[in-house]
C-alpha cells in the first residue's frame, strides 16, 4: 500500500511524470494505429478529385456490392436481435439444465476463426457436401449466393446482443418481472411494459455492434460467396477485388464508404454509452 506522511506528498505524485508518458502513449497508439490509416483511406479515394470518387462509387459492380451489404446485414441483424433477446431473457430470468452449454454456444463464434465457419457451410450446404445434392435437387442454392452470406453473417454476429444484454439482465434481476405477474400481467404484456424498456438502452447497443461487424465482415462471407462480382460480393470483398487489380482510387473510395459507417457507428455508440450510463446511474440512485 502507498504510505502518505505528514508533510509529504503521495508517492505517485513525485512520479506524475509517468502518468504523462503514458498518457502520450496512449494518445500516440492511436493516431498512428487509427487515425493515421483512417485519414489515409480519404486521401487516397480522392486524391484523383471529387469526380473519380464519385465514379468509384456508382460504378454497377460497387452499387451491387453496396447493395448487398446492406442486404445482408438488413436480414441478419434482426434475426440476431430475437436470438439475442431470447438467448438473454432465457438464461437471465430462468434457472435450467444445460444454461453453461447455451452460454458457450453462444460465445462459439467468439473462439472459431470466420473462415472456418465459412467452411463447415461449404461443407453442409456445397454442390459436394453433405446437403449440397439434395438442395441442388430442389432447386436451392446456398452457397455462392445470398442465403450462404446470410448465414455465414449470422454465425459470426449472433453473440453481440446476447451478450450484451445477459449481464445487464442478470444484473436487473427479477423482481420487476414477478411484481407485474402478480398483478395479473400476462408473459407478452410483461415483456413489453416491463423487460423491454429496461434493456432498451442495452439492446440498441448491442443491435450497432452487431451491425457494426456485420457490415465489415470478410472472412466467412468471402468463403461462401465465390467472389462472383455483381453478384454476391459485399463491400469488404468487392475491396479486395479492387486492390488486387490496382484499382487503388476505387478500392479506397468503397472502402472509404465503409470508415464512414464505421465513424457513424462510434459517434452512435458513444452517444448510447452516454445516455445508457446516465440512466444506469439515476436507476441506482
Request: glycine fraction near 8%; hydrophobic fraction near 55%; include cysteine.
Amino acid at each position: 500500500m502507498l504510505a502518505k506522511t505528514s508533510g509529504q506528498r503521495p508517492a505517485l505524485d513525485d512520479r506524475s511524470w509517468v502518468r504523462g508518458f503514458l498518457i502520450l502513449s496512449a494518445l500516440g497508439f492511436l493516431l498512428l494505429f487509427l487515425v493515421l490509416p483512417l485519414v489515409a483511406v480519404f486521401v487516397e479515394a480522392l486524391h484523383r478529385g471529387v469526380d473519380a470518387y464519385w465514379d468509384a462509387l456508382v460504378e454497377p459492380d460497387a452499387l451491387s456490392a453496396i447493395q448487398l451489404t446492406l442486404i445482408v446485414a438488413a436480414i441478419a441483424v434482426p434475426l440476431n436481435l430475437v436470438f439475442g433477446v431470447a438467448a438473454s431473457w432465457c438464461i437471465s430470468k430462468f434457472d435450467f439444465r444445460g444454461k453453461g452449454l447455451l452460454i458457450t454456444l453462444i460465445d462459439l463464434p467468439f473462439s472459431v476463426s470466420p473462415v472456418i465457419s465459412g467452411i463447415i457451410y461449404v461443407l453442409l450446404f456445397g454442390l459436394h457436401g453433405v446437403l449440397g445434392p439434395f438442395l441442388k435437387s430442389q432447386g436451392v442454392q446456398i452457397i455462392f449466393a445470398v442465403p450462404g452470406l446470410v448465414l455465414a453473417t449470422i454465425f459470426v454476429t449472433f453473440p453481440f446482443v446476447a451478450r450484451e444484454l445477459i449481464p445487464l439482465m442478470q444484473e436487473q434481476g427479477t423482481e420487476e418481472e414477478e411484481a407485474a405477474l402478480v398483478l395479473g400481467a400476462s408473459g407478452w404484456q410483461t415483456f413489453w411494459r416491463v423487460t423491454l424498456p429496461n434493456i432498451k438502452w442495452g439492446l440498441l447497443y448491442g443491435v450497432l455492434l452487431c451491425n457494426a461487424r456485420a457490415m465489415g465482415e470478410f472472412g466467412a462471407v468471402s468463403v461462401v460467396s465465390g467472389h462472383i462480382r455483381g453478384e454476391t460480393n459485399t463491400m469488404p470483398l468487392h475491396v479486395e477485388i479492387l486492390y488486387n487489380e490496382y484499382n487503388f482510387v476505387a478500392a479506397f473510395s468503397v472502402a472509404s464508404v465503409l470508415a464512414m459507417l464505421a465513424l457513424v457507428t462510434l459517434v452512435a455508440k458513444t452517444v448510447l454509452e452516454w445516455r445508457f450510463g446516465a440512466e444506469l446511474a439515476a436507476t441506482r440512485h
